[in-house]
T-cell receptor, first 114, second 112 residues
Framework: AQSVAQPEDQVNVAEGNPLTVKCTYS??????LFWYVQYPNRGLQFLLK??????LVKGSYGFEAEFNKSQTSFHLKKPSALVSDSALYFC????????????FGRGTSLIVHP | DTEVTQTPKHLVMGMTNKKSLKCEQH?????MYWYKQKAKKPPELMFV???????INESVPSRFSPECPNSSLLNLHLHALQPEDSALYLC???????????FGNGTRLTVT
């Protein structure tokens, strides 16, 4: 069984500072994990995924995520935040019960202040 | 712009109306999905089609009826909806069932 959790409802960061949006997972077996971003009045956009291989995954718009097996985490990071990064971010991974369709964490609202 | 196109963008309907939401993709993806999303919440899976066959129905009420006429098109037929069905309805497609999802921009549905 696997599920993902996003512990923070909202993250605030100043423009130019590094940002981290947290995601943890519970897993039986090898996880596959995704990050998506949703801008207002838009659908979700795929940012990056981890299936196997390098623990540091690079994605769109300068985002990256680090898979950490010992901490069961897959945090999303960016070295220097932009105001335009302000959006809703969702971590996703396979759910419990044997289904193969990813389920989403509750979402984290990222606000980047000028 | 997304590669998954949803129409209409907005829909207002009464509880006795019948309407349909449409979704189209030309990426050759063989899996297509309907999600329902309330404001500031994660998308909730409704239906999955794989190779044009319904493979998952997440116990969705029968007032929502999906249809997959061909590998590029996905419809969601709506009938006798309730005000609590008001939400953003998102269509998505993927190359396979473990592949990233490509979402449309959704249909904002309001049931009056």
């Amino acid at each position: 069984a696997q599920s993902v959790a996003q512990p923070e409802d909202q993250v605030n960061v100043a423009e130019g500072n590094p940002l981290t949006v947290k995601c943890t997972y519970s897993v039986s077996g090898n996880p596959y994990l995704f990050w998506y971003v949703q801008y207002p009045n838009r659908g979700l956009q795929f940012l990056l995924k981890y299936i196997t291989g390098d623990n540091l995954v690079k994605g769109s718009y300068g985002f990256e995520a680090e898979f950490n097996k010992s901490q069961t985490s897959f945090h999303l990071k960016k070295p220097s935040a932009l105001v335009s990064d302000s959006a809703l971010y969702f971590c996703a991974g396979p759910p419990s019960g044997g289904s193969y369709i990813p389920t989403f964490g509750r979402g984290t609202s990222l606000i980047v202040h000028p | 712009d997304t590669e998954v196109t949803q129409t209409p963008k907005h829909l207002v309907m009464g509880m006795t109306n019948k309407k349909s939401l449409k979704c189209e993709q030309h990426m050759g993806h063989r899996a297509m999905y309907w999600y329902k999303q309330k404001a500031k919440k994660p998308p909730e899976l409704m239906f999955v089609y794989s190779y044009e066959k319904l493979s998952i129905n997440e116990s969705v009420p029968s007032r929502f009826s999906p249809e997959c006429p061909n590998s590029s098109l996905l419809n969601l037929h709506l009938h006798a909806l309730q005000p609590e069905d008001s939400a953003l309805y998102l269509c998505a497609s993927s190359q396979g069932l473990n592949s990233p999802l490509h979402f449309g921009n959704g249909t904002r549905l309001t049931v009056t």
